[in-house]
């Protein structure tokens, strides 16, 4: 069965890194997304992506996160200068279409120090 | 998106049938009913969804009521490994998926 895979599962930074967080979505699926989720909170909205920019992003999607699509099988989110409370599962997703599922890869677990 | 209320934790004998309840009240004609469930701290593994009919796949059905205000999802016979938090997630057509808390299920020997 197709899957969205992630890359790295698990990362440790300091504090004021930069981070990319890459995912790999399902090979026909055109709609990309990013969520994060908090040790022991909900999973949260990031930014929505398709055609090559994004089409939503929440308010949590600050000037220090970006998202990139570097070739025709990578997706990719940016964190410019990591902060603690950056420390976080992070969560790519991809749909074949808008309105389609969305399926949720495994996760990259980030822990900033 | 509209709104969905489901209670906190459940529990669950194995081999027995687990009826997961959601209220959405809100939800509008073209509101499409997802559930979705995430084991430990896995991604989100999607399960079901449905606009209006009862729905079946392998891993569960979905129970739509004829106003479509609730939904239950049923795990017809419970396993240790169905233990996880269920999200019951109305969505738009177009729109992002917008997570709650979740019924925590836990199934037990």
């Known amino acids: 069965e197709p899957e969205v895979t992630q890359t790295p599962s698990h990362q440790v930074t300091q504090m004021g890194q930069e981070v990319i967080l890459r995912c790999v979505p399902i090979s026909n699926h055109l709609y990309f997304y990013w969520y994060r989720q908090i040790l022991g909170q909900k999973v949260e909205f990031l930014v929505s992506?398709?055609?090559?920019?994004?089409?939503?992003k929440s308010e949590i999607f600050d000037d220090q996160f970006s998202v990139e699509r570097p070739d025709g099988s990578n997706f990719t989110l940016k964190i410019r200068s990591t902060k603690l409370e950056d420390s976080a599962m992070y969560f790519c997703a991809s749909s074949s279409g808008s309105g389609n599922t969305i399926y949720f890869g495994e996760g990259s677990w980030l822990t900033v120090v | 998106d509209a709104k969905t209320t489901q209670p906190t934790s459940m529990d669950c004998a194995e081999g027995r049938a687990a009826n997961l309840p959601c209220n959405h009240s809100t939800i509008s004609g073209n509101e499409y009913v997802y559930w979705y469930r995430q084991i430990h701290s896995q991604g989100p593994q999607y399960i079901i969804h449905g606009l209006k009919n009862n729905e079946t796949n392998e891993m569960a059905s979905l129970i739509i009521t004829e106003d479509r205000k609730s939904s239950t999802l049923i795990l017809p016979h419970a396993t240790l490994r169905d233990t996880a938090v269920y999200y019951c997630i109305v969505r738009g057509g177009y729109n992002k998926l917008i997570f709650g808390a979740g019924t925590r299920l836990a199934v037990h020997p």
């Open positions: 992506f398709y055609n090559n920019e994004i089409s939503e």
